[in-house]
């Protein structure tokens, strides 16, 4: 089994695919997999993923629902015991996996998430801000606070809860994620790993507006699995009260 599995998923984005791929080239070992997903593109995509063939372990061209239902064909061919996504227009900063590696010698046994922080630029390249903050779940469950490109999922994750949600375009991760509410087993490499672009969709207000959907979906999904926790108590406490009465008349 690899150990890392890297997914990029690309559309008509052959400008910075080369870039995205250069960063990986220089780094990419035995145990790392590249995956690339692309949506049907009509530019140099497939041009450029042939020159790269040496590194690219696997690759599909053909029509798909976005993003997201990319990533999650990149999951279901995917070998590696964690996994990285990327965009076609995300850069892996040198020494990003020897880095990832590393750290997971140290820790694989104790975690099934791991994040890290990225450098959020323009398209010249200028810094705008550094995101991704530690795992912390009573900041998380109100709004995005890791980083997605920056972070390892364990395969096993997906195995568990499941594989991204395509009801959301925009914040399938940020969802994902909260599916495991605080039982998250998660670290953080307080570095920067990855570049990413603006003008991404995940930064815009369609997904604030997807955000808050999601935080009220699983707010209700708490609140009715307590409601239903309480029934089940109140009903078990009842029946143990009738048996009591029904022995007493036998």
Same mark, same amino acid.
Request: aromatic residues 12%; contains cysteine.
């Given at each position: ?87 076609? !227009? !995300? ?12 750290? +997971? !010698? ?56 499941? +594989?991204?949600? +395509? ?5 399938? !991760? ?67 009260? +009738? ?8």
């Amino acid at each position: 089994m690899k150990k890392i599995s890297i997914i990029i998923a690309t559309f008509n984005a052959a400008e910075t695919l080369s870039d995205c791929l250069d960063g990986i080239r220089v780094q990419k070992k035995h145990d790392i997999e590249l995956l690339i997903i692309d949506g049907g593109s009509s530019d140099s995509t497939g041009e450029i993923v042939s020159r790269n063939k040496d590194i690219v372990d696997f690759y599909i061209s053909e029509p798909d629902k976005g993003l997201y239902h990319a990533w999650n064909k990149g999951i279901c061919k995917a070998r590696g015991e964690w996994i990285l996504f990327l965009g076609a !227009d !995300d850069f892996l900063l040198p020494s990003t996996l020897d880095r990832y590696r590393s750290f +997971l !010698d140290e820790n694989v046994f104790i975690c099934e998430y791991i994040s890290a922080r990225a450098y959020y630029v323009d398209e010249n390249d200028k810094l705008i801000k550094i995101i991704g903050e530690k795992w912390n779940w009573n900041a998380f469950k109100n709004r995005m606070t890791v980083s997605h490109v920056a972070s390892l999922h364990k395969r096993s994750l997906f195995d568990e809860i499941g +594989l991204f949600n +395509l009801d959301f375009k925009i914040c399938a !991760d940020y969802e994902f994620l909260m599916r495991k509410e605080d039982q998250l087993k998660a670290l953080f490499i307080d570095e920067v790993v990855v570049k990413m672009k603006s003008g991404g969709v995940s930064l815009s207000k369609k997904a604030v507006r997807e955000t808050c959907i999601i935080v009220n979906m699983h707010t209700k999904k708490k609140y009715l699995n307590r409601c239903i926790f309480a029934l089940e108590k109140y009903i078990s406490y009842y029946l143990f009260l +009738l048996r009591i009465k029904v022995k007493r008349f036998i």
